[in-house]
Every structure is written in C-alpha cells, then in structure tokens.
C-alpha cells in the first residue's frame, strides 16, 4: 500500500522571513497529515530551507527544488548534496518542466542527480510531463516514456523503488487549467506500466507517483480517488497556510 503524499513546492516564492511565518503556523496541519497517514512536505528555495526547517513541525519534509550532482569543486552558483545533508535536508525535487525549460535541465542530468541522492540515502521527486503541443498531437505517452527511461537509467530495482515521481503536465501548470482527473491517471497509469516494465511489477506498485498542474482544495479529492494517482505536487495552492490546510483535508 502506497502512502499519500502532498508536496508544496515553492518555487521562487517567499523571502526567509515570509517562508519561516509559514513554518510556525503550519505546525497542527502537518500533525493532521501525519496522524491520517499522509505524508507531507514543502520545497522552499535554498536560502529557505534553513528556516523552514529549524521552525515547522519536525515531521514535515522539507525538500530542495534541486542539487548538484558533484560533491564539491568549481560549479559557481551550485549546491551539493552534502550541504543540504547537514541541514537536514534528504528530499530534492529533480527535473521541473521549468527548470527544463529554463535552465537546460535534461532527464539524463537527472539521472545523475538521481543516483547521486540515492547513494546519500535521500530521496529525489522526478517530474515528468508534456508541453501542451505534444498533448494536442497525442503524444504524451511516448514523450513520458521517453523521460521515464532517462531518468531511471541504471538504477536497480531497489533504487527504482525509493524514487518518487510527479506527472505534470506543461500546460496544466499555473494556468488554472488542470487535467481531468481521467487525463491524470491515464497517464500516472501509463507511467507505472513503463515502470513494470523496466523493474517489474512488485516494484512499480511501490513507486508513488504524484500529479501536479493546478491543484486546489477544491479538486485535490478528485486526483485521490484514482488508483494509481498517490499524491499531489502543488505549486500557488501551496503557498498559504490556509490553502495548504485546504489540499490536507482534501486529502483526508
Ligand atoms: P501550480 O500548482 O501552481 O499549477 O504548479 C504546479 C507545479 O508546477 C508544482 O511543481
């Protein structure tokens, strides 16, 4: 039985200050998720996690939005996984259509990233996810596939089994505009059969896979009643603690 998780993730929002106010009031939220058996978590930017961590409710992930691959040396502008380790940081969201899009991102350097935190026992979140053309020409569940098999390159089936996967489609994301919940397990349900199909069937039923792309309080319990669909990556919903309280209960 898969465990229900619902990300926030940031993006580049929030200063330390505003990001800490979210952290203290967001204490009992988290406790409701726990005690329901959700799991849940945020991703602030890097000069937040500090803060966020040393001030919310212990059992609330704290994730990164990225991370280098390399241990250390000469990346200007880089973070390396050690430095988010001794601040306590072990999750990292890993290819976002916007870091793909903006900052080169492929699902080859992720799969980089991916096996870097996996040998440092922390957990990467994979997103995937079509542009609205490739939607529109039906050719989602190739372009998917394709990311899928770059990104879980390599990894054996106990890796596989401790990577999470967040299905976004471009054209739901900010926009308003989300997938049908029929859409989203169409997809989240084709993205476990390629995942049988590198690491068997044992292992694809463990993998959780999140769908993210305007998710609100309001259509969150919609996305939950699917099979296949384990959680939720959320962007704007995400960023007040009454909407985040929202999504929980949405959840529940
Ligand atoms: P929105 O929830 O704002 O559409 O963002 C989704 C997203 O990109 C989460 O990673």
């Given at each position: 039985m898969r465990k229900k998780l619902l990300l926030g993730n940031w993006k580049m929002n929030k200063t330390p200050s505003e990001a800490k106010a979210f952290a203290l009031a967001a204490g009992e939220m988290v406790d409701l998720a726990v005690e329901h058996g959700i799991d849940v978590g945020v991703a602030p930017t890097?000069?937040?996690l500090e803060a966020v961590k040393s001030n919310i409710n212990p059992k609330c992930i704290v994730a990164a939005q990225n991370v280098n691959e390399h241990e250390k040396g000469a990346y200007t502008g880089e973070i390396s996984i050690a430095m988010l380790k001794e601040i306590g940081i072990d999750w990292v969201i890993l290819g976002h259509s916007e870091r793909r899009e903006y900052n080169?991102?492929?699902?080859?350097?992720?799969?980089a990233k991916i096996k870097a935190l996996l040998a440092n026992d922390m957990t990467p979140v994979y997103c995937c996810g079509e542009s609205e053309k490739t939607f529109d020409e039906g050719k989602t569940k190739d372009f998917v596939r394709h990311q899928i098999e770059e990104g879980f390159a390599g990894l054996s089936q106990e890796e596989a089994a401790k990577v999470v996967v967040a299905y976004?489609?471009?054209?739901?994301?900010?926009?308003?505009?989300?997938?049908?919940?029929?859409?989203?397990?169409?997809t989240v349900g084709y993205i476990r059969l390629v995942l049988e199909g590198l690491f068997g069937g044992a292992i694809a039923e463990q993998i959780r896979i999140l769908y993210g792309g305007s998710v609100k309080p309001e259509n969150v319990s919609a996305y939950m009643s699917m099979p296949d669909i384990d959680g939720a990556l959320v962007g704007g919903a995400s960023l007040e603690p009454d909407s985040f309280l929202g999504l929980i209960k949405g959840m529940l």
């Open positions: 890097f000069v937040c080169g991102e492929t699902s080859v350097a992720c799969n976004e489609p471009i054209w739901a994301i900010g926009t308003g505009k989300s997938a049908s919940k029929e859409i989203a397990e169409d």
